[in-house]
């Protein structure tokens, strides 16, 4: 083995430059259940002076996010990072991500390139739903994510002033599907070049996580050395750690103790309006999408829920909102009556016959009343008419 150089900067990351030393052959190991059997491999040195391996040059966010993981882990919080593409710099490290065209958990390896791979989060556990081709950040992800999410959580956790022991294993499992399928699972098929849609984009989005860490390389027509990189890949992963974070802290402290409001919720629906398709939130608006949509697969809710309504404490008004098809879409299952749509106060009641209307946004998702029976009415007629 080579002997690095292992003085630690500040982010415990080194860049070796490439030395024309050529990557092996191919190597790609299967044996699904010996692999998922143990997610992580005994390591061969203490934390101290464990290495994570990647590669050189530019750098994407599949594999920033995929150190920034690890480096989460009391294994391997300490590591030294080292970027290079020489087979033999590679071979002296513990766990390598993104290159070195080898799979293997066994020997932690864990690159997606060769032609071979097809991974998917499915294909390595059948119990979860996603095809996505897998990157190196959801082949980290796949077989240390749980552990990551629990460190993150506990830290969460305490650092809000509550009990890090109260953690349980299903909120750890609830949020670990979660943050994959809203967060690694679209870093995967970016680096995959696996396109949101089959149709033509309306327009363009460049704000994406992947787009801000590739805009922290440098232009072409900028000063680029290895030290320039190295900085740039640390940058990358404090913000592909910021992004991680913001996500599992939301979902943890906000989304998840959602859950039991909105069950209420569905529960007294009828108390609401004898349909069934109207559930009210009295004293708060707390996120309800998905959990709706969770929740009226597991209560075996038989007439679809319509709309949703809640205070709007900032304005000491009500709201009623419609429910759309899926969490991510702009169109309904009930939008409010066409005619009602982008008028305002007055003309509103005068045209809906009910007190107090605020507004009907234009396209026909949201309204407002100022009172809770107002909000009502709007609900309720909005269903006359649609029957």
């Not at 080898?102 to 739903?129: A, G, I, M, W």
């Not at 809770?372 to 709007?378: A, D, F, P």
């Amino acid at each position: 083995m080579l002997a690095l150089d292992l003085n630690r900067d500040m982010n415990g990351v080194v860049q070796h430059k490439f030395n024309g030393s050529h990557i092996p052959q191919s190597i790609f190991v299967k044996q699904k259940q010996r692999l998922m059997s143990s997610r992580s491999p005994p390591s061969k040195k203490t934390c101290f002076n464990m290495i994570i391996g990647t590669h050189n040059g530019t750098f994407h966010c599949d594999e920033v996010c995929a150190v920034w993981m690890l480096k989460q882990l009391p294994k391997y919080k300490d590591a030294k990072v080292v970027r290079s593409r020489s087979s033999d710099i590679l071979a002296d490290c513990d766990i390598v991500v993104d290159v070195g065209a080898v799979f293997d958990h066994s020997k932690c390896r864990y690159d997606h390139h060769q032609k071979e791979f097809t991974e998917t989060f499915n294909s390595l556990d059948s119990t979860k739903p996603w095809t996505t081709k897998l990157s190196s950040a959801g082949l980290i992800y796949v077989f240390y994510g749980e552990e990551v999410i629990r460190t993150l959580m506990e830290k969460i956790a305490t650092d809000n002033s509550l009990d890090a022991t109260s953690v349980s294993q299903e909120q750890v499992r609830i949020i670990y599907s979660k943050v994959y399928e809203n967060l690694i699972e679209e870093i995967d098929a970016v680096d995959n070049g696996i396109s949101q849609s089959d149709d033509v984009p309306r327009y363009v989005v460049s704000t994406t996580l992947g787009k801000r860490v590739g805009n922290l390389n440098p232009r072409w027509n900028e000063e680029s050395n290895d030290d320039i990189l190295l900085k740039r890949f640390e940058k990358a992963m404090a913000l592909v750690g910021a992004e991680f974070m913001d996500r599992v802290t939301y979902y943890q402290l906000g989304w998840l103790p959602a859950h039991n409001i909105v069950k209420e919720a569905i529960e007294k629906r009828f108390e609401i309006h004898s349909s069934g398709e109207i559930i009210c939130f009295p004293n708060v608006a707390a996120p309800w999408k998905d959990h709706v949509m969770s929740l009226e697969k597991e209560l075996n809710v038989e007439t679809s829920i319509k709309y949703v309504l809640y205070p709007d404490v900032a304005n000491s008004k009500w709201r009623v909102q419609c429910v759309p098809i899926r969490n991510d879409s702009f169109v309904n299952r009930l939008s409010l009556p066409e005619k009602w749509r982008g008028v305002r106060d007055t003309e509103l009641s005068n045209l809906t016959g009910i007190a107090d209307c605020v507004f009907v946004h234009a396209n026909g998702f949201i309204g407002g009343n100022a009172t809770y029976e107002g909000v009502l009415k709007m609900a309720t007629e909005s269903l006359r008419q649609a029957n």
